[in-house]
């Protein structure tokens, strides 16, 4: 095992077989009978509960953690069902820790909340092992409805509009559905290949068709689509990585976090992914800490986060960057990259600049450090690509380089509207894309029944 761990270069077999396993293994162990008792023992079921107001799904988490403590799985999932149809991966890679659990009574008085993502897994596990349905589709309303994306957002949209009777048609880019889901959490927070088990879940209340391999600005263009569909969703996502802007950024060893993390994750063999010796990860997000994490999970011997302001400001919850901590990262402040150092076009280095605040702007102090590396990911942000919405017809209004929409999910065109991580304003949280593609899914079941 050693003798692969310490090999230069960006290699894979660093581990060995068993050791990839147990370090990729679930991140959070379901809870059994016994324990999801005990833990919805503690809630004390407050009538104003703080905790449902920070759900953006809004889920009446009293009520579905009361139905666990009677002894009603399967009813305490249709609470959730009911307003978060993705609620089995939210429950495991939602941020509780600063949405729910942040606010429960008991992390407010004791330090330790209700454990509302666990419980909320127990009771969607349940159901889905079951293969209990609690939705019908509606009698067909002979509208069609073209959802873009097959993520969060229009997976959600997708079995909302089913469920009102509508045809939908699902235009998937990837082979695989699931978006983020898929292909953009770290692999020991969804084990056992549950996002696809979940596509499968929601697409089994009938209605609703799948085609992969369809990107939109490719396969076909928006106006085509507003000219076959009564309506259309679009859920495209975030496909853009911002770029680091520092000299060398393109030798052999720097690469996008996002893409590591995605190859990762359809991997069935994890030996077989190379990773350096020493890694740098920029960036301050989710994506920083699941790429790092997951580097010294496949044998990498040094791993380094580097973020350009304080630890208050970075993206990533408490709960993560201590995760990070504990699997050996670390995790450095006011620095920002200035160059990859490269011999032979492989990276050797990274030079980077100490930061500091000089008024309300972050600027750079001109003193430098330079840590060896011989692999960097960029996770300092993804961008809407908005190429994709042109080719025919009128353009969609942007705002901040993503799409503008109003109060319900409309674009500034007619029979078109958006949700998720594409949109103006979004929060790159899975829970808020399904609020969005399902309220968006309302509107539309609205504007369609007239």
Known sequence: MAEGLFKEGIVGGRLGTAQYAENFSDLHPPLDNHEALVEADRCYFC????CMQACPTSIDIPMFIRQIATGN?????KTIFDQNILGGMC???????????????REVAEGKPVQIGRLQRYATDVAMEEGKQFYSRAASTGKKVAVVGAGPAGLAAAHRLARHGHDVTILEARPKSGGLNEYGIAAYKSTDDFAQAEVDYVTAIGGIKTENGKALGRDYHLADLTASYDAVFLGLGLAGVNALRAEGEDADGVANAV???STLRQASDLSSLPVGRRVV?????????????QSKLLGAEEVTICYRRGQEHMNASVFEQDLAAANGVVI?????????????????????EYTAMKGDKLAGTGETVRLAADQVFKAIGQ???ASALNGSGPSVAME?????????????LAKVWAGGDCIAGGDDLTVSAVAQGRDAAESINRALIG
């Open 400 to 412: 901040g380089g993503r799409i503008k929409v109003d109060g319900e999910g409309r674009t500034s």
């Open 73 to 77: 799985p399967l009813g305490s999932a």
């Open 281 to 293: 990860v920029i960036g301050g997000g989710m994506t920083a800490i699941d790429a790092a994490v």
């Open 383 to 385: 961008s809407f690509e």
């Open 91 to 105: 429950a495991r890679v939602c941020p509780t820790e600063t949405l729910c659990e942040e606010v429960c009574v």
């Open 259 to 261: 893409d590591f993390i």
């Open 47 to 50: 009538y104003d509960a703080p």
């Open 332 to 352: 450095r402040h006011w620095l920002q990259p200035k160059a990859v150092v490269a011999e032979g076009g492989k990276v050797t280095a990274i030079e980077l």
